[in-house]
């Protein structure tokens, strides 16, 4: 049995954990960086060990001191909440070497659905539907090029190993082409170290929808509904909701279907998240498979009731799923704003400093996922995400009142955020209607003006 977890993270999302393991009455181990050193993670866990220097690779992205700490703990597995080495299967691979349990899904299946290219050729293989593009990946312009004949244009350039948002251009001309894909090629290598690449197909205007599952290790795979994350900036998700507004029963039935068959592919077990593209006439396409828990799993636990991260610990910890399929039902509606440290009026750029006054929102239906509290120093090395808001009510209508509620009471001084620019999503006529896809932000909002 788990009796100890060390969590490979930091901000909300090690608070969110801790938190799980209280309710099990398991014991957390912090790991923190020297600039992290009075983080709110660090404060609320049971145990907290010092990994290193403030810059993510001497701290939260090193394997070796990590896999130390918990050793050196006695922790009994590692939970890595999402982002840093979340989705590294060398770091799987490595818990499992030193006889830890990973809190997530198996090293190979990691490998598997992590690399683009491959993840493509294993949904074709097992029938999920994916944006027509190439079958293998490409290192250079030239055999790129080539492709281009069979898919057409606008061409969506992808990075093999990518994510959020990096390493992704869009070409809409064979005159634009070569400069789009050299530039999505740079950024590859400079984020992943990877230069292979591969294409696909542009859907104009789409909407982005993803489904939560969740597979224990005796082969059941439960789909938990979808989640809508079409509200980006920069490809980067801003605003999720439960259920989607843009589509009805049938089609959620056929996107839980295919979203099951696919984890069932690869084996899967843990918590993932099989993300779709849609376009007008919700024909929906597999993008990618994400194998961690995701920001927005919060909107999910809204609606289904289902709390993933402790649902997370106890499959790892080779325990039955504790509900079945036909237990799962979507009630009522959940919003999820992702509250940022930037200014959006300068193309979001990241704005770090002290928290001099912090006062969240509450009330029924309202939670608030965050590490803030007054006196905290934001530092600048990590992600610019503060905090999430997330509201429920008996339908979207509702939703969306409640946030606007909630983003008003919300005061966070000291540093620049996004919560005016979240304010007046909640009260644009296209959001308000449903009527969004991936370019609204850059379509109706003026890249934050």
């Given at each position: 049995?788990?009796?100890?977890v ?13 938190r ?8 957390s ?19 907290r ?10 701290s ?7 896999i ?27 818990c ?6 990973f ?28 944006v ?35 390493g ?8 634009e ?20 690449m ?51 029963d ?17 084996g899967?077990?843990?918590?993932g ?5 849609m ?13 961690r ?33 036909e237990?799962v039902?979507l ?10 440290a930037?200014i ?23 939670r608030?996922?965050t ?78 003006q």
């Amino acid at each position: 049995m788990i009796q100890k977890v060390l969590i490979a993270n930091r901000g909300e999302i090690a608070v969110r954990i801790i938190r799980a393991c209280r309710n099990l009455g398991i014991q957390s181990v912090a790991i923190y960086s020297k600039e992290d050193s009075k983080s709110l993670h660090v404060k609320l866990a049971d145990q907290r060990v010092c990994i290193g220097e403030g810059p993510a690779r001497n701290s939260y992205l090193n394997k070796e001191r990590i896999i130390t700490a918990a050793l050196n703990v006695g922790a009994d597995a590692i939970h890595p909440g999402f982002g840093f080495l979340s989705e590294n299967a060398d770091f799987a691979r490595l818990c499992q070497e030193h006889d830890l349990i990973f809190i997530g899904p198996k090293p190979e299946v990691i490998e598997q659905m992590g690399n683009k290219s491959q993840a493509r050729k294993t949904m074709i293989a097992a029938g999920v539907p994916v944006v027509p593009g190439s079958q293998d990946h490409v290192n250079d312009v030239t055999a790129a090029r080539t492709l281009l004949t069979e898919i057409g244009f606008p061409v969506m350039i992808k990075a093999s190993s990518g994510g959020g948002g990096k390493g992704m251009r869009v070409a809409r001309t064979a005159l634009e082409f070569e400069d789009q894909f050299n530039l999505a090629q740079s950024e590859s290598i400079n984020a992943f170290a990877d230069d292979s690449m591969y294409l696909e197909k542009f859907i104009e205007e789409p909407r982005h929808i993803e489904i939560q599952i969740m597979a224990d290790q005796f082969g059941h795979i439960v789909a938990l509904g979808e989640r809508d994350c079409s509200v980006q900036r920069n490809h980067q998700k801003l605003i999720e909701e439960s259920p989607s507004p843009a589509i009805d029963d049938k089609t959620r039935e056929a996107l839980n279907q295919v979203a099951v068959k696919a984890a069932k592919a690869v084996g899967y077990t843990n918590a993932g998240t099989i993300e779709f593209i849609m376009d007008k006439s919700n024909t929906f396409y597999f993008m990618e498979m994400n194998t961690r828990i995701q920001v927005e799993h919060g909107v999910t636990e809204m609606v289904t009731g289902v709390d993933l991260i402790i649902e997370q610990i106890r499959v790892a910890d080779g325990q039955k799923l504790s509900f079945s399929q036909e237990d799962v039902v979507l009630r009522g509606h959940a919003i999820e704003c992702r509250v940022n440290a930037e200014i959006p009026a300068q193309n979001f750029m990241p704005n770090p400093g002290p928290v001099n006054h912090l006062h969240l929102p509450n009330g029924n239906g309202v939670r608030v996922d965050t590490a803030l509290y007054t006196g905290y120093q934001i530092p600048s090395d990590y992600d610019s995400m503060i905090a999430k808001i997330i509201v429920h009510a008996p339908d979207r209508a509702s939703a969306i009142q409640k946030m606007k509620t909630a983003l008003g009471e919300m005061v966070v001084l000291g540093v620049e955020t996004n919560l005016d620019f979240q304010y007046n999503i909640m009260h644009h006529p296209k959001f308000v209607e449903g009527d969004v896809d991936t370019s609204f932000i850059e379509k109706f909002l003026n890249g934050g003006q």
